[in-house]
């Protein structure tokens, strides 16, 4: 699966694509759902809630494990996507067509990768 | 196998009952049921052949080798029983007067002083009803000291990464904030990762020592002085006494609070045959929360002590699982001072001896020593030949022996936790460990063999993933 060059990458494998300045959405990397294997729930957080930059916001449950969800930027919550929410494996299909929360009022980002560097860091993972 | 409403037969029963003497009384209709309800009917041959077959369907440790990874399933002693079933003991109520009852009461004491020497704690309860239990109790304490002196800012609970799961989730319970820091490479703490994350809201750490790699932390009487010099106190997750008991206690190398889980370490029946227990055990200054009832003596006689204004409160009926209690007591004594050590000694022994049979073969996740048990890492097998760590658990089952921990801990990609215990003999040991070698043989000769494992054991391989999307919780009765 080809890593989408309009989005940005976080080290602990979540996506951002930014709508504008202040907004993003933000899901996680093919590379993270391999890892996962077959996605059965998301504990989603609610509209409204604060962000914070490499911090978790949901909690993700796989057949194999439970891992967190962190926030590649720093806003709040404007909207969770409730299609991911109900049916989690769309995120095995799609990972960079499933995003997770809309995040608004952005305030601070992570340092953040281009699809190149990430490519090169789950390689780097890999080995 | 057929369900128990499967195999009912209408009209049949177990008994003969005389005819009702009794005259019939009707509810008022409100509080009448509008359908029957689903009884099976059997008679009690037939009942009795299905528990049988429930029976030889499920695995335990009087069946085969069982190394699941940080459950320390040692056998059971059947001495256990047999004083956990004696009238004394076994006939009593948990109202009685406590004059009625004074040799329960010695004999929980007694085991209480006896868990307090091993682990270096001062008092103990014996309420918790297992592990997780005894891990909220325990976090309970930690908050009340805390609220005691007026500190209310230190809701933090620091894990690390190699945590049990159930540290987080007793955290969450116990409405504290988890906050979990990385390992170094060795699979220690990270001394500077620890230092990074204490502060002035740090309520406490919780660690499982040797942890669930089956490391020791060598630097733990440094993490514990760190921990307290910023206002935390130390919480010993007792999952894995088992290889430091009667050697190393958990008391003298810092930490305040301890649970243990008498039906792993101190040989209680595990799993489907429990009930658990979760004792948890403090230092003298938490001993006033402890929950309550507290076994004390007056005037030369026992009885429990049911008022003490700091204490957290009841964290169960009564005082706990005692029959359980009584079962650790006759192991302890079994064994005595110098048995515990020894049976420690000799389930490192094992593990070592198994790790070093495997380590050609599997790669071992941290390679060194191993105390009570071992990670093994399947990964470099599945890119290889496609075999993953759940493929080889599976193929163990038609082995008849129990697969090890999988996927756990979560740093170790395609991990199996293997912990054989000192209760097994070499022989068991040697013949394992030529199952997993004839199972890493065949994931190049003949891997899809794996992928359809197991074929001889009760059921085949679960479809997991529709299981957890969409689970079905209840039999539905066709009329």
Redesign the interface.
Known sequence: MTTPKNYSYAKTHEWVQFLDEETAISGITDFAQKALSDIVFINMPSEGDEVTCGEPYADIESVKAVADICSPVSGTILEINEKVEEEPSVINEDPYGSWIIKIGHISAKDDLMTAEEYDRFCEEEEQ | MKLVFERSIKGTACTLLPPNDVDAYALPEQYQRKLDLHFPELTEGELSRHYSELESNAFGVNRGFYPLGSCTMKYNPKINEECASLPGFAEIHPLQPAYTVQGCLEAMALAEKLLCEITGMDSLTFQPAAGAHGEFTGLQLIKKYHDSRGDSKRVELIVPDTSH?TNPASASMGAFKTVAIPSKADGLVDLDALKAVLGENTAGLMLTNPSTLGLFEKDIVEIAKTVHDAGGLLYYDGANLNPVMGIVRPGDTGFDIVHLNLHKTFSTPHGGGGPGSGPVGCKAFLSEFLPLPRIIEEQGSLRFCCDSENSIGRVKAFYGHFLVMIKALTYILTLGKEGIPYAAQNAVLNANYMMKSLEDLYTVAYPGRCMHEFVLSAESLKKRTGVSAMDVAKALMDHGMHPPTV?FP?NVHEALMVEPTETESKSTIDAAVQVYREIYDLAFSNPSLLHEAPVKAAIGRPD??RA??NPILRHSFSS
């Open positions: 799961g996927y979560l997991e993933v957890a999307r």
